[in-house]
T-cell receptor
Framework: GAVVSQHPSWVICKSGTSVKIECRSL??????MFWYRQFPKQSLMLMAT?????????EQGVEKDKFLINHASLTLSTLTVTSAHPEDSSFYIC?????????????FGPGTRLTVT | AQSVSQHNHHVILSEAASLELGCNYS??????LFWYVQYPGQHLQLLLK????DPLVKGIKGFEAEFIKSKFSFNLRKPSVQWSDTAEYFC???????????WGLGTSLAVNP
């Protein structure tokens, strides 16, 4: 159980275009999803926290108009990189948190490799 | 601000050697503690977690970790590593009621056959 999928697994796009990445919790409902960036050989950087039915909460330094997050249902959150530039090339990972309780655990998707040319 | 530090950035071991990876966090309240592993080309997987109870936690693949509250530590151990343990290991903490994971920078483990 607790499987999280991401689509696409990799994408190449031209500078100036937008790219949408989907994150789905396959066998559980996730009221909260998280979006991360991971640079090579580095740790995860939290970009934003996405709560179903409400606006995402962005971390300091993350442009909310550039990285649009929508959490329209309990099993789907999307990240849209708008007007992508080469510096946006990265590995984007989502996670979904199980609902309720006092202890929280996140389940991670396999990640999406974005390359902007 | 809360933070997580992993003392070893790169570790190289021979098979059958014992492993201990250090993790310390800065937060005085209730914490949930995690170790994640990322094998080459794969996504993050949970190795083990501590929420409450017995401070010695056993995880998958023979890994264990001990929560020492007085030292704010959650070190990861394995008595005998295998080549297949070559991976990136991340310590992470949830502090208090905040659901966000605070990540360490990770430790790259290479096990030579």
């Amino acid at each position: 159980g607790a499987v999280v999928s991401q689509h696409p697994s990799w994408v190449i796009c031209k500078s100036g275009t937008s790219v949408k990445i989907e994150c789905r919790s396959l066998d559980f409902q996730a009221t909260t999803m998280f979006w991360y960036r991971q640079f090579p050989k580095q740790s995860l950087m939290l970009m934003a926290t996405s709560n179903e039915g409400s606006k995402a909460t962005y971390e300091q330094g993350v442009e909310k108009d550039k990285f649009l997050i929508n959490h329209a249902s309990l099993t789907l959150s999307t990240l849209t990189v708008t007007s992508a530039h080469p510096e946006d090339s990265s590995f984007y990972i989502c996670s979904a948190a199980t609902p309720g309780g006092g202890s929280y655990e996140q389940y991670f998707g396999p990640g999406t490799r974005l390359t902007v040319t | 601000a809360q933070s997580v530090s992993q003392h070893n950035h790169h570790v190289i071991l021979s098979e059958a050697a014992s492993l201990e990876l250090g993790c310390n966090y800065s937060y005085g309240g209730t914490v949930n503690l995690f170790w994640y592993v990322q094998y080459p080309g794969q996504h993050l997987q949970l190795l083990l977690k501590y929420f409450s109870g017995d401070p010695l936690v056993k995880g998958i693949k023979g890994f264990e970790a001990e929560f020492i509250k007085s030292k704010f530590s959650f070190n990861l151990r394995k008595p005998s590593v295998q080549w297949s343990d070559t991976a990136e290991y991340f310590c992470a903490v949830i502090a208090g009621n905040n659901r966000k994971l605070i990540w360490g920078l990770g430790t790259s483990l290479a096990v030579n056959p």
